[in-house]
């Protein structure tokens, strides 16, 4: 009989008492026909009902019999204790929903593989470098033409792929008033064969697309656009859409399974690397190089190759830099190629979270410890309450196996009803946690499917769980002696400092919760609370542009427009919005040598301090009549660092270009100090420019993009963006051939870049309210356990004259040590931890007092909080109740 | 049933035996088989023989599958595994080892 059979078996044991009732009848037929006396068959049949049960046990698997007897009765067990076996399964369920969500969030960002034919041969090549004033840094942005280069010189040993970052393009499908959004990366023709992918529409592109820049418009679109875009059009193919002045024709459909490179981005066209604008240029670095391994390559051999050929673009690239110090050359040419293992891709996202993720992820483990030592604490003290049932069950002749087998049943249905309830939550969990990761001009996108991946991560997890808070109830139970057990009470005493043990490890771990949570928020509040030095309220950010360029008169029309519209307050223009991108050249002083230090530059429109309310230290705004070259408000940053101790206004400086080429620019203010790109480094010295600028001849040059900065009454968030689509309409409608591509808040750069940080502090938060409460309620049911377990002897002291007093301390004393040493540990710990941690905190010292007694105290808090009813129950007891029970 | 100590431990080789040459038979034409061949010496009782054979079902020995009867009624026919054959010539040489190791202890007494 097969394992199959057996397991059958079990499960249908009406089935097979009839089967074997058939075949008695059937032999009793035979025989009466045979002529054999009815009544003396049946008698050497023996009693039949014995005759199957002989029969029957040999038929059906005994254990698994046993194991399904062992469920009615635990499930029995559960219900009966119904209310501490439900906040078991939901404190466990919180916990193990919380695993998993992470699992899903950190699987699908760090660890599944792209799906391509070989993900464990692909590597990311990138640079371990200095920047041109010295700062090391790692980067993976590459030139093309030291791109195709290297993949010269891999042929053979790797096949070298282009991917460049993921850009939200303009793009239009009609007629530029429908202009609409489009992800946008440029792949190397390549890189669809090498991967192994297949269309699922049409064709992918080719080498042979990818050959001379400029004259391939070809695109695929990627699986996931095609279906949100498109609702599946297979008349999609040979669409064309037009991208900046190029039109390209849409060939193919990609492969369901593929987004694209880069975990957090869903691509949604590819297109030859040989149509981006930078592909001849060697001083724009605007793609990620990926490399395909080809078998039994040496990585350290093909890495020096690459590194030597790197060497020799750059050193030829950098005898141009004429106008450049010696230090900043130096610096620049300090660079050593890396391969980088990216079996899951590479991605920015990856980058900013892998270690947020880590430790939400070590958070959560915590919070499942301390969820299962308090389950495993109630299974002590419910089989405390069962000894005596297992005593019975011992001397009645049950093994040591099966009552290990039945206490663990009980656990693995405990387990597998958190998990299930756990799954629910992981599944919407995961989603949210994105979201909050999202912004929106970056949209988050992960694909988190529910695979074996999650599956069995789910099942071991269970699995694990259930052998954490199982085990050790279960081998104690089988470990009882009958005889004491019936005499009444033994070994409490031991079971009871277990359970003390488990409390001082639960506060531990709910210390470095707690901390770790404190940390987190601190470096949040820190952070929200940094001056800016400008006012970000009101502010809405028209970013704008003009495909075929626009004169500075044309774009200032424009503002007067806005300026008319009810509510604005006032307009200003400027190259980008403050905190969105960047532009930086080295400076000169008196005809000296350019600056190592690099100074940041923005462009912008008369009135736009004022707009921004920046304070003004001295000097005065730009005049309509100011251009660039030729003036310029410098902030306080860069007089320290360049007129350090004069007045700076009247006096001159040139720009530096790394071509020898030198402007000249009178500074005519001094700025209050504000942040230009990021609010957590240190302030940079930044010089404003005006917006207006002209040619060598004096020409007026036109703009394509310029930043519409509008100032609006009244403070709310959505009121402002509410104005979005009526400016954006109105810009359109003021001039021809000019668009708003994108609306946003100053505040909402701001809070973008703490995004990281805020959740890590909501999520801290959380868990450190999840890891109290849970904490909580162990301490309060370990006590109130042990205010039951010495009832007697409380009885007789209150009889002897113990005052209340000292039957609290009598009682509260054992866990409030064990509290300390928890709380002590947890320090240690936590001390020990917070070291790794540090990148993630800002202006914040994990050795700070404060930082160690806050979560101290709340956690004292919630013990003292916790073991009041227990004391209160001890303080009831009547001695003359529990003598006269004696 | 005291009559089947002395079968004890030889039923399984009784029954194999018979399914070895006759495949495919019921209990009750099993049982007859038996009582047949040993010439009415050997009878092996219901009570006894029906667990023997979902023992040996269990093991793997033996095969059983319904079939209908003349009557309508179903009935189990048992019939002989790859296995059960191996078992057999395991079942007969131990047979024969004690068999005659009974038969010298008799002849020194």
Redesign the interface.
């Given at each position: 009989?097969s394992l199959w059979s057996r397991v059958w078996n079990v499960f249908r044991g009406d089935r097979l008492n009839r089967?074997l009732n058939?075949?008695?009848?059937?032999?009793l037929?035979?025989?009466i026909a045979?002529g054999r006396n009815p009544e003396e068959?049946r008698r050497?049949?023996?009693s039949l009902l014995r005759?199957r049960e002989?029969?029957r046990n040999?038929?059906m698997s005994g254990w698994l019999d046993g194991l399904r007897a062992d469920v009615v009765f635990g499930w029995r067990q559960l219900r009966r204790n119904r209310v501490t076996s439900a906040a078991a399964v939901l404190s466990l369920a919180l916990a193990m929903g919380a695993c998993v969500s992470a699992f899903r969030l950190i699987d699908a960002l760090l660890w599944r593989p792209l799906p391509v034919t070989t993900p464990e041969r692909l590597f990311a090549i990138s640079r371990a470098e200095l920047t041109f004033d010295g700062k090391p840094q790692n980067f993976d942005g590459w030139a093309y033409p030291d791109f195709a280069l290297m993949r010269e010189a891999a042929k053979g040993g790797a096949e070298l792929v282009a991917v460049s970052y993921a850009d939200h393009m303009d793009l239009t499908y009609a007629s530029d008033e429908e202009m609409e959004k489009g992800l946008v990366q440029y792949v190397s023709g390549c890189m669809w064969e090498s991967f192994g992918l297949h269309p699922t529409l049409g064709r992918l592109f080719t080498q042979q697309d990818d050959k001379v820049p400029g004259t391939h418009p070809v695109a695929v679109v990627s699986y996931d656009y095609w279906s949100r875009r498109f609702g599946r059009d297979p008349k999609v193919i040979g669409r064309t859409f037009r991208l900046g002045d190029q039109l390209f024709e849409i060939v193919g459909v990609g492969p369901k399974s593929f987004t694209g490179t880069e975990p957090g981005t869903v691509t949604e066209i590819f297109l030859p690397t040989m149509m981006n604008r930078w592909v001849t240029r060697d001083d724009a670095t605007w793609h990620r190089t990926l490399a395909i391994l080809s078998p039994g390559t040496e990585i350290e051999a093909l890495r020096a190759k690459l590194d030597a050929i790197n060497m020799g673009f750059e050193r030829a690239r950098a005898r141009g830099f004429t106008g450049m110090p010696q230090q900043s050359i130096d610096n620049y040419l300090h660079q050593r190629v890396e391969l980088l293992a990216a079996s899951s891709g590479v991605s920015g996202l990856q980058g900013e979270y892998h270690q947020a993720l880590g430790w939400l992820g070590v958070l959560v483990v915590l919070v499942l410890l301390i969820a299962c030592v308090n389950v495993a604490n109630l299974m002590t003290a419910l089989a405390a309450a069962r000894a005596r049932e297992m005593a019975l069950r011992v001397s009645i002749g049950a093994g040591r196996w099966r009552l290990v087998q039945m206490v663990l049943v009980e656990s693995a249905m405990l387990a597998g009803l958190a998990g299930a309830l756990g799954a629910v939550m992981a599944w919407r969990a995961a989603p949210l946690v994105l979201n909050m990761i999202s912004s929106p001009d970056i949209p988050a996108r992960l694909i988190l499917p529910a695979d074996w991946r999650v599956l069995s991560f789910g099942v071991v997890l269970t699995f694990g769980v259930m052998m954490l808070f199982g085990l050790v109830p279960a081998l104690r139970a089988s470990t009882v002696r009958p005889v004491s057990a019936l005499k009444g009470g033994d070994d409490l005493h031991r079971r009871r400092r277990m359970m003390f043990g488990m409390i001082a490890a639960q506060v531990a771990f709910c210390f470095l919760v707690v901390f770790t949570a404190g940390l987190f928020v601190t470096t949040f509040e820190r952070l929200a609370r940094l001056p800016v030095g400008f006012s970000p309220q009101g502010l809405l950010l028209l970013e704008s542009i003009a495909p075929h360029g626009k004169l500075p008169e044309a774009w200032s029309q424009v503002a007067d427009v806005l300026r008319a519209k009810p509510g604005v307050d006032r307009v200003a223009e400027s190259g980008w919005p403050l905190m969105a991108s960047s532009w930086n050249d080295s400076v000169a002083i008196n005809g000296g040598p350019p600056s190592v230090d690099m100074v940041y530059f923005l462009t912008v429109s008369p009135g736009w301090f004022e707009t921004m309310r920046m304070r003004m230290m001295a000097g005065r705004e730009f005049l309509s009549s100011d251009v660039f070259p030729g003036a310029a408000v410098v902030n306080q940053t860069f007089v320290k660092r360049f007129f350090p101790g004069v007045n700076p206004v009247g006096r001159y400086f040139e720009r530096a270009g790394d071509d020898g080429t030198r402007v000249k620019c009178k500074v005519v203010g001094i700025v209050a100090d504000a942040p230009y790109r990021s609010v957590r480094e240190a302030q940079l010295p930044v010089a404003f420019v005006p917006l207006r600028e002209v040619d060598a001849k004096g020409v007026v040059q036109p703009e394509h993009n310029t930043t519409f900065l509008v100032r609006l009454a009244g403070n709310d968030p959505k009121a402002l963006k509410a104005r979005a689509g009526e400016l954006r309409k109105a810009v359109a409608a003021a001039s021809a051939g000019m668009r708003v591509s994108n609306v946003r808040t100053q505040q909402e750069l701001i809070d973008g870049q703490t995004v990281r940080e805020r959740l890590l502090a909501m999520l801290g938060v959380f868990f450190a309210v999840v890891a109290l409460l849970l904490a909580g309620i162990g301490l309060y049911g370990v006590l109130n356990y042990s205010v039951l377990q010495r009832r007697k002897e409380i009885g007789i002291r209150v009889a002897v004259g113990a005052r209340g007093g000292s039957i609290a301390r009598l009682v509260t004393g054992g866990v409030f040590s064990m509290v300390a040493v928890g709380v002590v540990a947890g320090v240690g710990l936590g001390l020990a931890t917070a070291r790794y941690m540090e990148s993630l905190f800002f202006q914040v010292k994990p050795s700070d007092v404060s930082m160690l007694v806050a979560p101290s105290a709340v956690i004292l808090a919630v013990a003292v909080v916790a073991t009041v009813p227990g004391v209160l129950r001890a303080l009831r007891i009547d001695p003359v109740e529990i003598l006269r029970a004696e | 049933m005291k009559k089947q100590d002395g079968l004890q431990g030889s039923l399984d080789l009784l029954v194999l035996t018979m399914l070895s040459r006759r495949p495919k038979l019921h209990g009750y034409a099993l049982m007859m088989a038996i009582k047949e061949a040993s010439g009415e010496v050997l009878t092996a009782e219901e009570g006894s023989l029906y667990p023997a054979l979902h023992r040996m079902e269990e093991a793997g020995w033996i095969r059983a599958e319904w079939v209908v009867k003349e009557s309508g009624k179903r009935a189990r026919m048992y019939q002989l595994t790859a296995a059960g054959k191996k078992q057999l010539a395991t079942e007969e040489t131990r047979w024969k080892t004690v068999s005659s190791a009974i038969n010298r202890v008799l002849r020194e007494a």
């Open positions: 009989m089967e058939e075949e008695f009848e059937s032999h037929e035979e025989a045979a068959v050497s049949f023996g005759q002989a029969s040999v038929r | -």
